[in-house]
Every structure is written in C-alpha cells, then in structure tokens.
C-alpha cells in the first residue's frame, strides 16, 4: 500500500527542547492516532509537516513530494483543522469563507453547501459569535469542501461537548470510506482514537516511543497488579511505568505472554485502554507513591 505521509529522521532543536530522529508513515485510508502528553512535541511535528517552521534534518514526504520543494501543491490537497481559531473574527462565516475558497484551485461549492447544511453553520453570523464547537464545525466544512486527500488535525475535539466530538469523528470515519484519503490525528483525548484510529503513534520528551496498529496495541500489551513481594527477581525492563505503594504494585507491560509465564496467575492481568499505554510509558520508571 502507497504512502500518504513519510517523515524520516526529523528533527528540530530549540533552546529547551528537540524533536529527535522522528520517523512515522502512514498509508493510504487509514486514520493515525498521534498521541502525547502536552509539550511532547505533537504541535511540533505538525508545524514541520504544514512547512510553517523549518527543520534542522530529515525529509517529509507527503503524496510523494518533499514538502520544503513543492510546499503550495501539497497545501492544495490538505485539509488542516487545528485546535485554536485562525479566522478573522470580525467577518460572517460566508465572508469568511469568500476569502479563503479563491485559494484552492479544487473548492466545491456545492460540498461546501452540503456541509452548512449538514452543521447547521450560521452563515451570516461573525465568526467572534460562534461556539468553539460551530468554529470546529466550520474549520472542517472548509476542510472537506476542497477535496482534501490528507487531513491533518490538531487537538481537534479539546474543548468541544460531547454531542459535537461524536458528530466529528462520525464525518471522520465517513471520510475513509474513500481509500484515497487519510487522516493524521493529533490529540491527547484518547478516547477519541479508541473509537476512530487504525494506527497509534506515541511521541514523548521529542521521541517517537512506538508506533503500531490500535489493534496490536490493545492485543499485545496488558495492566499488571499485585503484591510487592512479586517483583523480587524479576527483570524492570519488563514493568513499564511501574507504580508501588504499601498494597501492591500496578505496571504495563508490552507483552501479555511474558507476563503470564513469569507471573501465572499470582498477577491480576488486564486489558488497558490506550489513555493506560499513554500514562504507563511518559511515567516510564520505578515511582514509588509511598514508603514501605
């Protein structure tokens, strides 16, 4: 399968900060769950990959191109949804929308209609009027009217109720039915993904942590809870984000199968959401909650 979005060896350094070595694919009708806690670097790598900040090493591909080289073709055939608001506020939404549908050479009327319809956008009220959830709504009327094959999406659903985060990831999930067209979803509301994602990318301190399918995730790694005295003679590096206080210990692991061989039934074993996986690893380490 071809495709869509290569990025390899990227990295961007800042006085506080570095993306390292960033390496990540997705191909052609998938979703990609890109997910970190705040300050990991997601906005980052977004940033590099829309070309509005410059990298210091590695390439991004994108439908094929090098984004440094062919940066407006690329633009045409995105759609981008971030999180904050990059609207004039004082024009209606019609306006709005008059100002930027010139610039895509492939903007659809009739979609963009349909989609006012379907959101029940408010045309001729100012932009400053709206909701977070009507500003999201006609962020991705925009998106969809230009017939993106690539959308990226930053923190899309933070914020919104949870009447339109539903209706958001229902339009998403409708949009790949086209086996064309992708999208890279940028969040840290996991439970977003467990609905929607084929693909999981975990990014933390600047470093990809892993990369894989939702499902591998979900099948592969596993809770482990039990007593202390368990953990005598057993490999750390086993135990990922291990936690202790005086009744026990609570860890994830990445293999289901080489925790029931070394533990058996003396562990309560169970499935995490990706919000665990997520919490478990940027912990990453011994922490010990209290004293024993």
């Not at 997601?42 to 410059?54: D, F, G």
């Not at 009027?129 to 999201?136: A, D, E, T, V, Y």
């Not at 985060?165 to 229902?170: F, G, K, N």
């Not at 990369?211 to 591998?216: F, L």
């Amino acid at each position: 399968m071809e495709n869509i979005l290569e990025i390899s060896n990227l990295s961007k350094n800042y006085k506080d900060f570095s993306l390292k070595g960033i390496d990540i694919a997705l191909e052609k009708g998938y979703i990609m769950g890109f997910i970190g806690p705040n300050g990991s670097g997601k906005s980052t790598t977004i940033k590099l990959m829309m070309n509005l900040i410059k990298k210091d090493s590695g390439t991004i591909k994108i439908f094929g191109l090098d984004n440094d080289q062919n940066n407006l073709a690329i633009k045409e055939r995105i759609g981008f949804v971030y999180d904050e608001n990059h609207f004039y506020e004082e024009l209606t939404v019609k306006e709005m929308k008059d100002v930027i549908s010139p610039f895509y050479r492939r903007w659809d009327e009739s979609v963009f209609k349909q989609y006012a319809k379907d959101f029940e956008l408010p045309l001729n009220k100012e932009i400053k009027n709206l909701s977070k959830g009507m500003k999201m709504k006609f962020s991705l009327a925009i998106a969809l009217s230009h017939h993106a094959e690539l959308f990226i999406m930053d923190e899309p659903t933070s914020g919104l109720d949870p009447l339109v985060r539903s209706e958001l990831l229902e339009v998403l999930q409708s949009l790949l039915q086209d086996e064309n067209k992708s999208i890279f979803f940028s969040t840290h509301i996991t439970s977003d993904l467990d609905k929607i994602a084929d693909f999981i990318t975990l990014i933390h301190n600047g470093e990809i942590i892993l990369s894989k399918t939702k499902d591998e995730l979900l099948e592969e790694y596993c809770l482990v809870k039990g007593s202390k005295k368990l953990l005598s003679g057993h490999r750390p590096e086993n135990l990922i984000g291990l936690k202790q206080n005086d009744y026990g210990f609570e860890a994830l692991s990445s293999s289901k199968k080489e925790i029931i061989k070394q533990f058996g039934d003396s562990v309560m074993i169970e499935k995490p959401t990706l919000e665990d996986i997520m919490v478990f690893y940027t912990r990453r380490g011994e922490r010990r909650v209290s004293s024993y």
